[in-house]
């Protein structure tokens, strides 16, 4: 598709443009201050933090249109969902917003045990509460540091990047991978909390405040950064809810929601903890709320590991949840319960279900429809990078080339999240 | 599994729905909802899991939403999200269109759903009522290709342009992982 085919008729600019010059865009020596540039920032470009194409129409260093695409990493995982029996879509999962999986992973697990009526015991539940706000903290560290290298300051993603491998190091520690986590099952976790889990988490929760602490005293007040983000990209609220923005986009914007404290699962009311809300939306309250949405996870992590109930940690569901692999050898049962389990054989109800949990970029929702077969009828994600990088050709707008990336690097989207 | 002793009689269960919040929300969304658009409307209400969902036409859908949006009771200010979905065996109502609406004021959440038939996938833009459902309609154009009328820029937004299929209807099943007639043998040179 031709560059000037997609532009037609998305700016007054352009049209003014080339109304002046006879309905041609080729610019002459006398009209020289009209000449328009297409530049093509991606796909592929270490700005655009993944795999999207802007085709920027710009008028010197100002931007007046940028049309989005996107789909280059699009792997059909709602079509593959299809026909996966429901442990075999957790990895789907884990490889949607990659920076935060293990919320993806207990997003679908919720979802399948609120369509099966499984109930969890309380400690499965608080140890998903941990791990759900460690991912949520190591999403953040990633976003906010990049929005720093994206306006020049490297030291700050070294200081944290340094954090999020230690959390990476949790990960291991409870489920054995670091990136694609796969973590927990149907009814509840893969296995306990190890004493060495429980002591590197208590150990990071120690000395984590100190670097975060750092890391704002870098950023927060500082004259250069705020110069780059103050007023860059602002939405106000009304426009942002009519956009579909959640999570932090939405919350800089002056609204509330929080799919946590308004549809609370997983124990989440439970816990005491605030919403950060910002005031005009831009890049700088996307940031602020950022780092305050760590301090609010470090205060919710705090409150479920020390109140962390003891019990088993997982459901009672043969059915569902995998037995332990000793009783596969010497139990008959549990070696049928594994077998059916591996092989998908067993049926889910019938049923439609819709179940939707706070990711780090906002409301991650799973639309689930099942036809009483092993595998779901539909499967459709709610994924809010999708829904909301829409915006990003209308925020851009007025701006110059270089606030546009730090508009994209504050709105923290993710390539994956975005295709699926 | 649920537990046969445990099962409670019928008036118990009814007793227990009235008690319950999200019943009484769902009953009185669904009385503004009748009294707005009138009760023919809506056909095949039910509550899975507590959600309230109700099938209507596709002529009724642009008008019934945006009602709910400017609804100054109910402000069902945020659409959660839009999906096609495809029942090849159901006959002139193969495709459908799956709304989801949220209130964020009163926390009610709504499912709405249409179906209409495959050789006619004609459906009315929510575009100007939700900048959201922009890409959402792309989406349910590119997987399920259903046409909304009036949307701005109808193309397909994940799959390459010049596909001539829609890939997410039944019709074209994913390939056996365990088929045996394909050879490998150039596979990884």
Redesign the interface.
Known sequence: ?AVNDALAGTHKIVEEAREQQGGQLVPTLNDFSQELTTLNLGPTHPATHGIFQNILQMDGERIISGVPT??YI?R?F???A??RPFYQITPLTDRMNYCSSPINNMGWHLTVE??L?IQVPKRAQYMRVIMMELARIADHLICNSILGVDTGAFTGFLYVFQEREKIYEIYEEVCGSRLTTNMGRVGGMERDFTPVAIEKLRKWLKEFPTVMKEFEAMFNRNRIFMDRVVNVGPITAE?A????FTGPNLRAAG?D?DVRV??PYSSYEDFEFDIPVGTNGDTYDRFIVRNEEIWQSLRIINQALDRLPEGPFHAD?P?YYLPPKQAVYKNMEALIYHFKIIMGEIDAPV????H?VEGGNG?L?F?L?SDGGRTPY?L?F?RPC??????YSEMVVGTSLSDAIVILSSMNVIAGEL?? | ??DPTKEESTAAQALAAEQDPTAQQNAQVLALLHSLFGEATFTDVHE??G?L?VTTKREHIHRIVEGLQQDETLKF?????M?G??YPENLNQELGM?Y?LHS?VH?I?V?IKIFFPLADPVVPTLSDI???A???ER?AYD?YGIIFTGHPNL???????DMDYY??RKQYP?EDGTREDKTDLFFGR
């Open positions: 598709m996107i789909g699009h059909a709602e079509k593959i299809e026909r609120k369509l009526g426009k809810l009519n956009y579909g609204v929601y308004m549809n569901a059915h049923g439609e279900v819709y939707s409301e929702g639309y429809v539909r459709h709610r999708f829904i909301y990088y829409q915006a295709d699926a | 599994m649920a899975p899991y959600l969902t200010h945020f659409l959660t999200t999906c979905i495809n799956i989801h964020l926390n959440r499912r939700y900048a959201a922009n890409w959402m989406e997987f193309r397909r937004i994940l799959n390459v342009e890939p997410m994913l």
